[in-house]
């Protein structure tokens, strides 16, 4: 359940009182986790996988309400905020028009205020945060073009006397976005402390990939496999899958691994250590990349004629693991599944995925079927990537179809998607996670993602009184009569 799927009054979910109530919802169903997507400032398609930066929040998540409280603004400021558009799909080009504006108005009553508690969040965080801050201050000078086509060369390649000069000229707008970082920061780190004391834990994502136009990329260039123009020469994706039959192209610079491991991986390890001061648990996207990855030929239309190339294999699992003794981590090791990505999950020891979607495709042999799993795995009834349930039981293959109500003994009276549920719940998994869409039962025009779709994804949202005491109840049926409470 993403934090951007939450209701509100201002066209996207914040970490205000619904968060609250969710995660109350949840507590109330006895669960004890609650999977987000990344918290990063979304860019091109609104993608929580095309960011800004990965280390920072993202300011739409910022609860204008939380602000009213604080004195921050006024009721009436916020009003003018307000979304009236269809509240199940969040309305970006409206938040996109008004929503800095109103954090402008919270940035000039608060700086002053919160001056020294600033000043301390800025060193808590400086091997980023200055130049995030910066770098979206120049964006806007540049008519929030990619980085890559700033008029002023100087700006692009960060010759210090020119970063000098600009950290004069758009003062207030650096303060601008810092005050916004330390605002997220404070709410996420209150909002995490009371799910936290509900005995639930926050599953965070990891993006594996960073997006081209992104303050890391901008900061860090000799990091990413970039030429003398600072253009990519490979680009990341995966080749033709169960998704897509011309793969999927993502566009994102690739890493320059062997440089990465002369330092021990140091980019990496502080890119961990600000996910898990954001997370209790952390899933890493497309595991499968760090075994080998799909490079793809920069200017290529489709992700089809790309090639394997090696990734780092152990040496980043141990540097990770030696880093951050006991760190709690999911491996999504979806996608195209090699000998050698299988015994990098093992010797990894993480947990993989299995989705139950994926179970229904093949014969009894299938990874993803419950009979099949060990319980070092996370049961999942699909990703952000998938239909839910009720939707993908339409348009799955005949055959697949009457498998899948063959194998859980699915029935009308206990609803498609509940069987379904009832199927990963008694799997030996030690972890189930469903998307909150099944267990509402919604099915067409509540996807989350359509992969190889630019348009109209990360938009799906809950409607007020949805997740209900009636609803809460049914779910704490189930999990208890699997032992999950």
């Not at 799906?460 to 049914?474: D, F, H, I």
Request: hydrophobic fraction near 40%.
């Amino acid at each position: 359940m993403p934090i951007f799927s939450l209701p509100s009054s201002y066209g996207i979910g914040t970490m205000g009182r619904e968060a609250y109530a969710f995660a109350d919802f949840l507590h109330e169903a006895g669960q004890r986790f609650w999977q987000l997507l990344p918290l990063n400032p979304t860019s091109f398609g609104d993608s929580p996988y095309q960011s800004l930066s990965v280390f920072a929040g993202n300011p739409y998540f910022i609860d204008i309400e939380l602000l009213i409280e604080d004195g921050l603004l006024t009721e009436s400021e916020a009003a003018n905020c307000k979304c009236l558009g269809d509240p199940r799909y969040v309305d970006y080009e409206h938040i996109y028009n008004t929503r800095f504006n109103l954090l402008r108005i919270a940035k000039e009553r608060g700086w002053k205020r919160d001056f020294i508690r600033v000043k301390r969040f800025v060193r808590e965080n400086e091997s980023w945060l200055p130049d995030y801050a910066l770098f979206m201050a120049l964006k806007r000078h540049f008519d929030m073009r990619a980085w890559t086509q700033w008029e002023d060369a100087d700006a692009r390649i960060r010759k210090p006397e020119a970063l000098k000069a600009y950290r004069t000229i758009l003062k207030d707008d650096i303060e601008l976005f810092t005050y916004i970082q330390y605002v997220f920061f404070q709410q996420w780190k209150r909002l995490k402390e009371y799910v936290n004391g509900l005995g639930i834990q926050i599953i965070g994502d990891l993006p594996i990939y960073v997006a081209m136009d992104s303050a890391d990329v901008w900061a860090e260039p000799m990091q990413f496999q970039l030429n003398e123009r600072y253009e990519p020469t490979e680009v990341a994706g995966v080749p033709p899958d169960y998704f897509s039959e011309d793969g999927q192209l993502w566009g994102n610079p690739l890493y320059r691994w062997d440089k990465m491991k002369e330092d021990g991986f140091d980019w990496w390890l502080r890119r961990v250590d600000g996910a898990r001061k954001l997370y209790d648990v952390i899933r890493i996207d497309h595991f499968r990349g760090i075994e080998s990855y799909w490079a793809v030929k920069f200017g290529e239309d489709t992700a089809k004629n790309g090639r394997w190339i090696k990734g780092p294999g152990m040496d980043f699992v141990n540097a990770v693991k030696n880093a951050f003794p006991g760190i709690e981590i999911i491996a999504e090791d979806l996608g195209h599944l090699t000998k050698e990505v299988k015994n990098l999950l093992k010797k990894s020891g993480f947990p993989g995925m299995k989705v139950l979607e994926f179970a229904f495709g093949a014969d009894e042999q299938n990874d993803y079927l419950p009979h099949n799993y060990d319980k070092n795995c996370v049961c999942y009834t699909g990703t952000h990537d998938n239909s839910p349930l009720m939707l993908w039981l339409e348009e799955a293959d005949s055959a697949e179809a009457a498998f899948a109500k063959k194998y859980f003994a699915l029935n009308e009276s206990e609803g498609y998607n509940w069987g379904i549920i009832r199927g990963g719940m008694g799997s030996v998994a030690d972890v189930f996670i469903a998307q909150m869409q099944d267990y509402l039962g919604l099915g067409e025009g509540h996807r989350t993602n359509a992969p190889g779709i630019a348009e109209g994804n990360w938009r799906w949202r809950m409607l007020e009184g949805e997740a209900s005491r009636e609803l809460a109840e049914r779910i704490r049926v189930y999990t208890k009569m699997y032992g999950r409470i």
